[in-house]
């Protein structure tokens, strides 16, 4: 039934391409072809980086984006149209330069723990990509959770890993107020996509401690399990990863996210 009803919506939509639509009304405006109304949401354009933007080939004039990384570090962020010859900003300015994220800077609702580098995983030279650590601890006595259960899916260990692990860790462990759990249901700065860092990643922000601040010298708890009882923790006051027993309760937690 449920394959019916999309096909028969997508036939309805194709069948009235021509025909003017309405969104939320029912009387669409006689001079609109698309007339959305609402006064609880807003129109959400296509949302892009500058990278990404530059690839649009042959832009048709009005053609209107969002572009997530122009701007400066207080203003992150910029609606752009194509005039036909040129990219403006809804002024019909300039656009903004693309924001190039600095280690230590508050951007994106934490602080740049760490940017890529050529031979890391998501590595782009024309668009940085990288790890946003959450300001201050999340947690100063959490557990790895499940000690005797090894969990499918959370030994990821190199950058780029650390979401799916947590997602695992979440779905395979019921116990709460697990290292992963509190990243996991993290809403910080307007974001929720906090999750707990794999090994690598948390070893990449180690260097960069002073810059992004707030870290004890003390063990940090990571998503990479090594086997049913044993985890990562990376140790910040030297010298790096070791292993700790998930059940125990004297890890660290700090949240972060990609950008």
């Known amino acids: 039934m449920k394959i019916l009803t999309c096909f028969l919506t997508t036939v309805i939509i194709y069948g009235n391409i021509h025909a003017q639509v309405g969104v939320g009304t029912n009387s669409p405006a006689t001079s609109a072809q698309l007339d959305i109304t609402s006064t609880t949401k807003g129109f959400l354009p296509p949302r892009m980086t500058n990278a990404q933007r530059a690839k649009i080939q042959n832009p048709a004039a009005g053609l209107l984006i969002y572009c997530t990384n122009c701007g400066t570090v207080d203003s992150v962020g910029e609606w752009q149209g194509f005039n036909g010859k040129a990219w403006t900003n809804m002024n019909g300015g300039s656009i903004k330069s693309p924001f190039v994220p600095a280690i230590g800077s508050f951007?994106?609702?934490?602080?740049?723990?760490?940017?890529?580098?050529?031979?890391?995983?998501?590595?782009?030279?024309?668009?940085?990509?990288?790890?946003?650590?959450?300001?201050?601890?999340?947690?100063?006595?959490?557990?790895?959770?499940?000690?005797?259960?090894?969990?499918?899916?959370?030994?990821?260990?190199?950058?780029?890993?650390?979401?799916?692990?947590?997602?695992?860790?979440?779905?395979?462990?019921?116990?709460?107020?697990?290292?992963?759990?509190?990243?996991?249901?993290?809403?910080?700065?307007?974001?929720?996509?906090?999750?707990?860092?794999?090994?690598?990643?948390?070893?990449?922000?180690?260097?960069?401690?002073?810059?992004?601040?707030?870290?004890?010298?003390?063990?940090?708890?990571?998503?990479?399990?090594?086997?049913a009882t044993q985890a990562w923790v990376v140790d910040f006051f030297g010298p790096g990863p070791i292993t700790f027993n998930k059940s125990y309760t004297v890890g660290l937690v700090r949240a972060i996210r990609s950008f």
């Open 107 to 227: 951007y994106l609702g934490g602080k740049v723990g760490y940017i890529l580098q050529p031979g890391d995983p998501g590595y782009d030279a024309t668009d940085p990509h990288g790890l946003i650590v959450a300001p201050a601890d999340q947690s100063t006595g959490a557990t790895w959770g499940c000690s005797g259960t090894a969990l499918a899916g959370a030994d990821g260990i190199v950058i780029g890993t650390g979401n799916q692990n947590t997602i695992d860790i979440v779905a395979g462990c019921p116990a709460e107020l697990t290292a992963a759990k509190i990243c996991s249901n993290l809403v910080l700065n307007g974001y929720s996509d906090w999750y707990l860092p794999s090994k690598d990643e948390l070893g990449k922000i180690f260097p960069n401690r002073a810059a992004v601040g707030g870290f004890d010298l003390d063990f940090y708890w990571t998503s990479s399990e090594i086997s």
